[in-house]
């Protein structure tokens, strides 16, 4: 019998976290995190990791498995989180994979196109390059070499835009030729994916504001600030392109006001949750749980309750 295993799905500040718990409560749960920057440690409260009361309620895994100078791969994540699911059902246990890093998930219920192997030094260039003239100027210079992958690719998307320079410059792969390729599932177990769409965007946009506040008080600023005292991070790394971070970053290099900083962080989070429904729209099967807390955690259950009740095919 092919592994289950239950995807709780949204964008940040929906309650995935909670929902994740209260199934725990009912099952034997094992958490999977699919979040690009809860697998960094000393990057706690501005990422909302789970405390470590939350951790102690089930097992959690993929948090806390990188430092904030390394780099994690969707490909990495994809063999990681695989081989836990496994694991995971092996032990009669079931999996929930909780997060909003989709490119993540596609990596594991879909895989990913054969890319060519990252040229490091290419990558440090490209990434001075953008520190001088800006992301979008790279842009521009994607638009002429790969037109197609360029439309698909925000100005401002770094980390995308520097991933298809790097194939343009470094081995003259076009990208969106390589997108088309035929692509294999890491993991094809059967899977659940529970969606929490937000009622409303206002609703979202304040949730993220009031979170993002919060975390200020709970002392957001003082973990950048222990990040910044290290020799060997800076604003190029992946990690510290997460969001809040940045902005707070630059306030301490006197770039911004803290006022200005935290409302730049609020809305690049805003920014970032639009683009997470967006990728959440695109998904197919999906169970979309009601609004209300309490009624989203019982349809929960009941969708949980009938997944595991149907007989493997």
């Not at 001088?132 to 994607?142: Q, T, V, Y």
């Not at 949730?207 to 800076?234: C, H, P, S, T, Y």
């Not at 099967?285 to 007989?311: G, I, K, M, N, S």
Request: proline share 5%; net charge neutral; aromatic share 6%.
């Amino acid at each position: 019998m092919s592994a289950r295993a239950v995807f709780i799905l949204g964008p940040t500040a929906s309650g995935k976290s909670s929902l994740a718990l209260d199934l725990a409560a009912h099952w034997p749960v094992e958490i999977i995190t699919m979040d690009s920057a809860q697998i960094y440690r000393g990057m706690d409260i501005g990422t909302a990791k789970p405390d470590m009361q939350q951790q102690a309620m089930c097992p959690h895994h993929l948090l806390d498995i990188r430092d904030p100078a390394e780099r994690y791969s969707a490909a990495e994540f994809a063999a990681d989180a695989a081989r836990l699911i496994d694991e995971i059902a092996g032990r009669g246990a079931l999996p929930v994979v909780v997060g909003g890093t989709f490119l993540y998930m596609r990596a594991l219920l879909e895989g990913l196109h054969d890319m060519p192997a990252a040229d490091h030094q290419l990558r440090e260039d490209i990434e001075s390059e953008a520190a001088k003239h800006g992301w979008p100027a790279l842009h521009r210079e994607l638009v002429e070499r790969d037109p197609q992958a360029a439309a698909l690719i925000h100005p401002n998307d770094a980390q995308r835009i520097q991933r298809a320079l790097e194939l343009a410059r470094g081995s003259g792969a076009n990208r969106s030729a390589l997108w088309q390729a035929p692509r294999q599932p890491v993991w094809a177990g059967r899977a659940l994916k529970l969606a929490l769409v937000p009622a409303t965007r206002d609703s979202l946009r304040e949730e993220i504001a009031v979170r993002f506040k919060q975390m200020m008080a709970q002392g957001f600023l003082e973990e950048v600030r222990l990040l910044r005292a290290r020799n060997d991070l800076d604003l190029s790394l992946p990690s510290m392109r997460s969001v809040g971070y940045r902005q707070l970053w630059q306030h301490l290099d006197g770039e911004l006001a803290l006022e200005d900083a935290v409302n730049r962080g609020i809305i690049a989070t805003r920014q970032y949750a639009k683009r997470q429904i967006t990728w959440l729209r695109r998904e197919r099967r999906l169970v979309v749980l009601p609004h209300l807390p309490d009624l989203r955690a019982a349809a929960a259950r009941r969708a949980v309750e009938a997944f595991l009740a149907q007989r493997a095919t």
